[in-house]
């Protein structure tokens, strides 16, 4: 059980409506990550959830019941934070044992929890140690831990990850996706990652300026973008925009293709222009090319790419993979799901 | 770098830092230590001879010793619980967002910058006072007895203007560390359940105990050689019933002219220090370690 639900959930700060009012509906079980821009407002749509803030307007409905004014620990939610936010005087254990204890629950049944959440996590052999004698992949797992034992409806992380190194956040990412599986647990994921998000989420909320630019599966946000904030946001490297007589010939105020959707050619091509930056990753390459009068273009090509500084090549837009916009910036020609809130995982 | 001129000229360099260390501490340590071994009255000047232990014997045997030993560490022992106690309380009542806040911590923290003895004579005649005091008054308008403050309770009229002197320092050193305290940690003790009265025993409190001990350790160096409130306002009385150590070796040295006797008080004042030090660090100084 878990199924999370927005109503207009609205919330200020002093001056600042940092959330003009989202509808968000979650199912059970579903694994959901927000992504934007730093000071979107994803960490306060976490916390309004949590119940770590009050909020300005709306209403949160867990499992169908309003929880709106309910303190955080009655919301039977499990919070994961940035920092960690491990309590540094007490050992593995009673980080772990921490919600049970307060619980009031007795102490063999505790034991016994706190043991099988350190077993699940590698832990065990940790649980003297202070939080300030491990290793940040170690603090992050007895986080995790600490959440798990609960046995919450949702589990809520706050950019998990961000303070871990490469190698140890993709092994904490697959290691997340794994506890996911196991537990079949809604879970609310906010991060800053690309990577994260497509790979994790079932479905993607992509916020900005707190509200919901579109809510969908990773490749439906990637495949049919509803504007162009979301086009831009997704994906990497970023969709190319050009706009002005281009973009006119498609009648469309703004184009936009993405890098692996450019055929590149040393020979002919629809548009040329010259190389200024060339990055030879082995299994592709990147290429920054100046096109003049429209703009630096980013494409990618398969494989290695023999071309260099200053060398001139054509790029060809894959017209089947081009976008369009109009002046607002939404989407023209497919209908993609409007920002959608539904909740409906099919595309109309 | 070090070679044999440039540690030749730091020497030199450093030479009179030492000397004058040397001449603040040492020399009056071991003249203290050199009186303490000799009868030596003023009232008497030429009788003036070696006394082997004889001064430290007389101080400790004098059943004045062992009321001021009491009454210091009960002086400090006192003064210590109600300044952390009331610093912790101060402490989360100045953390609330109150209006004029920044006010409201000057005011607060200023008795801490009124000297001892002006601090004492206010009390003394202003509060403490049995005719004309606020306490009095108080006592008087709700129809009971006032209390003649340093006739009957002394030493703890004593406790309270020293507390009321340390509170501010106890809050403010206090009130930094609730500050310090990660605002992501009280959130994930929220989530856990944990209710006002928890949150406080399992986090805050863990986190303060760094500062506690500074407080603590800070507090007992100044607290043991308390004198002047003692001087304005009891002069140790009445009989021996707030004397400390410090009041006591002044009694001997200038009320009684008694050199030798006073110098043996301080060498043993010096030694209940190290003493009490010891033990403080025994105790919780392992909560300074990293
Ligand atoms: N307690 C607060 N008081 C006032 N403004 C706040 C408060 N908390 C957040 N804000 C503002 O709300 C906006 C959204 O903040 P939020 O922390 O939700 O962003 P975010 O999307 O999590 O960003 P990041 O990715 O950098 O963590 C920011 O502009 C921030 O300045
Ligand atoms: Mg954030």
Redesign the interface.
Known sequence: MGSIRLESVRKVFGDAEVIPGVDLKINDGEFIVFVGPSGCGKSTLLRLIAGLEDLTGGKVLIDDKDVTGNAPAKRRLAMVFQSYALYPHMSVFNNIAFPLKMAEMEKTAIDKKVRDAADTLNLTDYLHRKPGQLSGGQRQRVAIGRAIVREPVAFLFDEPLSNLDAALRVNMRHEISQLHHQLNTTMIYVTHDQVEAMTLADRIVVLNEGRVEQFGSPLQLYQKPSNRFVAGFIGSPMMNFIEGPTAAEHDAHTIGVRPEHIIVSKKKGTWSGVVTIAEHLGADTFLRVECGAIGTITARASGEFTVGYGDTVFLTPDSKKTYRFDKNGRTIGHRPQQADTTGNQKTP | MATAHTRTLSRLMIAPSVVMLLAWMAIPLAMTIYFSFQRYNLLNPSRRRFAGWFNYEFFVTDPAFFAALTNTLVLVGGVLVITIVGGILFALLLDQPIFGQGIVRILFISPFFIMPTVSALIWKNMMMNPVFGIFANIAKSLGLQPIDWFASVPLLSIIIIVAWQWLPFATLILLTALQSL?S??R?????????PV?LFF??TL??M?RAITVVVLIETIFLLSIFAEILVTTNGGPGVASTNLTFLIYARALLQFDVGGAAAGGIIAVILANIVAIFLIRMIGKNLEA
């Not at chain 2, 959130?187 to 209710?195: C, I, N, S, T, V």
């Open positions: 990660d992501e940690q959130d994930a003790a929220e989530m856990d359940g944990a209710k928890a399992y986090i863990p986190h105990s």
